[in-house]
């Protein structure tokens, strides 16, 4: 997508594993063409480093309409690098965000799959079952204090971590059956 690759820290931070993934939607438009994409993503990453301060983009992965999968933040598609996605959860998890708005438009199947591969190639790196559950250790944030062991859905939503409408209901809804192709990808 053509990071200016001097915005970023040049450092990189990993965590242990990948146990779970949170899925997003970046709550932009959802009139975009496919060929522009890379300049949205671009928005995005010089938003969350030159506006935010932060150390690269927020998610380790971007998912478009058409179902193509983008690599996020800088370290290695298959390692656990620390994302800045859901507060109180960037440990030894991954962010998606899938580009759009979807509290009253529904995310494309090709999204939809995108998301299922994603997450059973990822997760399987790391053993996770993306119909199961896990404990992750909250940081801190608005829905659960710092230190409380939370049990997630493998495949969650922002919503799940975060006092937040994100990934939108109409997303949010689909998890399920994210989840279940994820698995069917994995063998399970």
Not at 12 to 21: G, L
Not at 54 to 77: P, Q
Not at 81 to 109: E, R, Y
Request: net charge positive.
């Amino acid at each position: 997508w053509g990071a200016n690759e001097k915005l970023r820290e040049r450092g990189f931070v990993y965590t242990k594993k990948v146990k779970a993934a949170f899925v997003h939607h970046t709550a932009s438009g959802n009139n975009y063409s496919c060929s522009q994409v890379p300049s949205v993503i671009r928005s995005i990453y010089r938003y969350h480093v030159v506006s935010s301060g932060w150390r690269d983009i927020g998610y380790n992965f971007l998912v478009d309409k058409c179902g193509n999968i983008y690599e996020g933040r800088a370290g290695g598609v298959a390692k656990a690098v620390l994302g800045a996605h859901t507060l109180g959860f960037n440990s030894n998890s991954m962010g998606i965000a899938v580009l759009g708005t979807f509290q009253n438009t529904k995310p494309t199947d090709a999204s939809l799959k995108a998301i299922a591969r994603l997450t059973a190639w990822k997760l399987g790196l790391y053993g996770g079952n993306p119909r199961g559950k896990t404990y992750l250790k909250s940081g801190g944030g608005n829905l659960y204090r710092k230190g409380k062991n939370v049990r997630l859905n493998v495949i969650s939503g922002h919503r799940d971590g975060f006092a937040t409408e994100c990934p939108g209901r109409l997303l949010y809804g689909k998890l399920g059956s994210a989840r279940k192709t994820a698995a069917r990808y994995q063998g399970r």
